[in-house]
């Protein structure tokens, strides 16, 4: 790796920089507190929505979250908004249409600020009963901005349904995915980890090749390839899905075995 060594440590959260228990390892916890003790910041990019980050916010205090695949730039010390880049409701109205056309048994969630929407039979995998989520109608969730829609379908395939909504989208917003279920993540247009890295870098005075970055799934892969291309250090997890090992410049151990730690320990 030569005497590179990054000014800006960016980490995706599940998959990458927690465990399969939904913890950070105390080797992990060890290493970033040597970075910056170093004064080097580390930024956490997820797909996660800020109501999700008190427990990433127990390890580091302070710092940056870019949550919801880059819509929402969050101060983890006050857990306030800096920033949001929301889908707009002609967009919303015209996607879900489409899709509850084409596939009638697709069904909506939205994100924004720290709210959760979603339709009565949607079935959300994770926090039910927290503050901020609720069930809405379709027409109520589409009426305003929000950061982030959902699309989720239970018998479909993830690639075919992933496949489906980004056909359906076309070039109207951005369409990724983080799961192993049938669920879509589509932001506004152009919306994406990277661009969320790239304004909190810039804000650092810094840009992609100071820039180290740890991911593992494909709403990692437009990071990817800023850091890559800008001449930082894209790094897979070993663990990671396929298209993101492709994508990766370098490639550590498992989320489970503190591959995070163990690649940061060979750039000091």
């Not at 969050?74 to 920033?83: K, Q, S, Y």
């Not at 799934?217 to 850091?227: C, E, G, H, S, T």
């Amino acid at each position: 790796m030569g005497d590179w060594r990054p000014r800006l440590i960016a980490s995706d959260m599940d998959g990458t920089l927690l465990r399969s228990d939904d913890t950070v390892s105390e080797r992990t916890r060890a290493e970033l507190a040597h970075w910056r003790a170093e004064r080097v910041p580390v930024v956490i990019a997820t797909g996660r929505p800020p109501r999700w980050m008190l427990g990433i916010r127990e390890v580091l205090g302070t710092g940056t979250a870019i949550c919801a695949n880059g819509a929402i730039t969050l101060d983890l010390a006050t857990l306030r908004v800096l920033g949001e880049h929301s889908l707009q409701p002609d967009v919303l109205r015209t996607v879900t249409g489409e899709l509850r056309r084409r596939q009638p048994d697709t069904w909506f969630a939205v994100e924004y600020g720290d709210q959760f929407r979603h339709e009565p039979v949607y079935q959300p995998r994770w926090d039910v009963d927290a503050p901020g989520v609720a069930e809405a109608t379709l027409p109520e969730m589409v009426a305003q901005p929000v950061a982030k829609l959902l699309a989720r379908h239970e018998r479909l395939s993830r690639d075919a349904f992933v496949e489906l909504v980004a056909e359906v989208v076309d070039g109207r917003a951005t369409v990724t995915h983080s799961s192993t279920d049938a669920l879509a993540e589509i932001s506004a247009l152009g919306v994406t980890k990277a661009t969320g890295l790239a304004e909190v870098s810039a804000a650092h005075g810094l840009g992609a090749g100071d820039v180290v970055f740890f991911g593992d799934m494909p709403n990692d892969l437009a990071a990817f390839a800023w850091v890559r291309d800008g001449g930082g250090h894209a790094v897979a997890m070993a663990n990671a899905h396929p298209d993101v090992l492709a994508a990766a410049t370098h490639v550590t151990d498992t989320n489970d075995a503190d591959g995070v730690a163990k690649y940061l320990a060979q750039l000091r």
